[in-house]
């Protein structure tokens, strides 16, 4: 059971806007900032936000971040079919004293 | 260019041990704070261990005891020694670079294509 939860799955037409959630709680999301990765299938993760809103070198604005309060939301727009893939978000829990992860969520392009 | 490239999986017995290795290039490992995450098939990522700059190293308490993180800086090499294996530690297990700041707060920003570990008899 992953300390962030996600919706295990997402879909969207080519085009279409289709938002991710991550709720989690005052140690981590509450107090630290949001990361997201996105994992194409068969492949390593990839970060794609950073500090809950920054997009790394290289990745397209189509993909936007934000946070409140426990909860982060990762938003695509302009869906493409080579968006298909698991998307995971993370946080550092100072209860734990180290990182969580999201359970995952598979995106489907339809 | 950044680049990771792990090795050493394999199947295991339960009760066994291996050894990881993640290779990196374009940067200074011994510099940085490196991470190792996994991730048991159809599930979600989890944080295994990290390494400080200075040497400090953590563990996640499902591994601690039995995990040992450490590098080699001549080689500029991580390392993941791991001891009496479990089935639930079957799992990828990716090396990461890890960024903490003060403005930008904790993130792995580059990671390995990963390594599969089998436990199993």
């Known amino acids: 059971q992953s300390v962030l939860t996600q919706p295990p799955s997402a879909s969207g037409t080519p085009g279409q806007r289709v938002t991710i959630s991550c709720s989690g709680s005052s140690s981590n999301i509450g107090s630290n900032t949001v990361n997201w990765y996105q994992q194409l299938p068969g492949t390593a993760p990839k970060l794609l936000i950073f500090?809950?809103?920054q997009r790394p070198s290289g990745v397209p604005d189509r993909f936007s971040g934000s946070k409140s309060g426990t909860s982060a939301s990762l938003a695509i727009s302009g869906l493409q079919s080579e968006d298909e893939a698991d998307y995971s978000c993370a946080a550092w829990d100072d209860s734990l004293n180290g990182p969580v992860f999201g359970g995952g969520t598979k995106l489907t392009v339809l | 260019e950044v680049q990771l490239v792990e090795s050493g999986g394999g199947l295991v017995q339960p009760g066994g041990s291996l050894r990881l290795s993640c290779v990196a290039s374009g940067f200074t490992v011994s510099s940085n704070y490196m991470s190792w995450v996994r991730q048991a098939p159809g599930k979600g990522l989890e944080w295994v261990s990290v390494?400080?700059?200075?040497?400090?190293?953590y563990y996640a308490d499902s591994v601690k005891g039995r995990f040992t993180i450490s590098r080699d800086n001549s080689k500029n090499t991580l390392y993941l020694q791991m001891n009496s294996l479990r089935a639930e530690d079957t799992a990828v297990y990716y090396c990461a670079r890890e960024v903490r700041a003060y403005t930008s707060g904790w993130y792995l920003d580059y990671w390995g294509q990963g390594t599969l570990v089998t436990v199993s008899s």
């Open positions: 390494i400080y700059s200075g040497g400090t190293t």
């Open positions: 500090n809950n809103d």
